[in-house]
């Protein structure tokens, strides 16, 4: 026997999707964390297929995540570094900064020192060893924003990006090595840094707002190579494992990438230039030239990751892009955490989950509308 069931198509439940403003992912145990425009920080597991592991509730804003090891900070325009505890969803630790509103942090590569860039221009630097947050000391201020930061290899030195210049920090002394200035296409108009990484070698990427990404020798603070490659700003960068590739998106959602190339140059010794037999010495030198681009996203990209050999990134668009260069791709949908829905089949009532909010509804009875026929009110 067939049994028979009546159908409540919910039209109702309009859940609205929050843009990716930034993003960080965790070697050690694969997970993305990525904080959206409501200020609620997701963590996905990439170890195989991606998939939502868990939802931190907004307390705040959240401007720049980073990972230490599995523990996860973040900072933004509270004033206020934060660790987070995954397994309570609460706040392990939280300090405050110096000098108001903070843009950008960063862990180093040994995993003892957060650094933090703050509005009034100033770097602060907190211990994390021993599952603590303990601040320690600022280094020397600068003019403007600090705007984002990155670590070099050693955590002896650290660049980050302003207006109109990059700057090279020692962090045992505080004060700056070199300054950068990016120059500017319109004399009015500020240069915007967005964005900046450090490779090995001690060179440095950076990426603003007039849509070039200028690579910078961090030894003698020289600018090696400038190419413009979108049409508005560069909001954010990404480096490959092994440091031979270079991800760049931002206003344009165009995904650019960079890869460094030796290129093999011979010299005549001990003889005329051109005469046979001379001997000649090869010398080798590298550089970064544009390869195969991309366009996953129809609108802004806020942030990219490399997550081993996935490159993931997001945007205005809500969708999380996790894709295998060169034409593999999967997009996540901004699927709110179960249980959003759930249904009181005594009452008839069906309660609807939103961010900062819930709703309950009653459903009508089909049988006395039937009987009684239609009624006016």
């Not at 690579?215 to 508005?232: C, D, R, V």
Request: hydrophobic share 35%; charged share 20%.
């Amino acid at each position: 026997m067939m049994s028979t069931s009546r159908v409540h198509r919910v039209r109702f439940y309009n859940v609205e999707p929050k843009a990716i403003h930034c993003m960080a992912y965790a070697r050690e145990c694969r997970k993305l964390a990525l904080s959206r425009a409501d200020s609620s920080v997701e963590v996905w597991n990439l170890r195989n297929t991606a998939f939502l592991e868990r939802v931190l509730p907004g307390r705040g804003s959240v401007e720049s995540l980073a990972w230490c090891g599995d523990r996860l900070f973040s900072t933004g325009l509270n004033a206020r570094v934060v660790e987070h505890d995954l397994k309570t969803l609460t706040i392990k630790h939280s300090a405050n900064v110096t000098a108001g509103p903070a843009w950008c942090l960063g862990v180093n590569r040994q995993k003892t020192c957060l650094a933090v860039g703050t509005e009034d221009g100033y770097i602060n630097i907190f211990s994390i060893e021993h599952d603590n947050m303990m601040y320690e000391k600022i280094l020397d201020k600068q003019e403007g924003r600090i705007l984002c930061l990155s670590w070099d290899s050693s955590g002896d030195f650290i660049a980050t990006g302003s207006v109109d210049a990059v700057r090279i920090w020692n962090v045992h002394t505080g004060h700056a090595l070199h300054k950068m200035t990016t120059g500017r296409d319109q004399a009015k108009k500020e240069t915007i840094v967005w964005c900046i990484a450090i490779t090995d070698d001690f060179t440095v990427i950076s990426g603003d707002s007039r849509g070039k990404i200028s690579f910078w020798n961090g030894h003698t603070g020289m600018n090696t190579e400038t190419y413009q490659s979108h049409q508005a700003d560069i909001l954010c960068l990404a480096l490959s494992d092994d440091q031979s590739t270079v991800y760049c998106s931002g206003v344009d959602p165009l995904i650019a990438t960079f890869t460094r190339i030796s290129i093999s140059s011979a010299s005549v010794q001990n003889g005329i230039s051109g005469a046979i037999g001379a001997p000649k010495a090869t010398s080798k030198r590298t550089q970064w030239c544009r390869s195969a681009n991309r366009r996953i996203h129809v609108h802004d990209v806020r942030a990219i990751a490399v997550c081993h050999e996935n490159l993931c990134s997001g945007g205005i668009d809500t969708y999380l892009a996790v894709s295998w260069p060169p034409k593999v791709l999967v997009k996540c949908p901004p699927i709110p955490q179960a249980p959003c829905v759930m249904v009181c089949p005594e009452s008839r009532s069906l309660l609807l989950r939103y961010t900062s909010s819930l709703e309950v509804w009653r459903l009508g009875d089909t049988d006395n509308a039937i009987k009684n026929g239609p009624q006016s009110r």
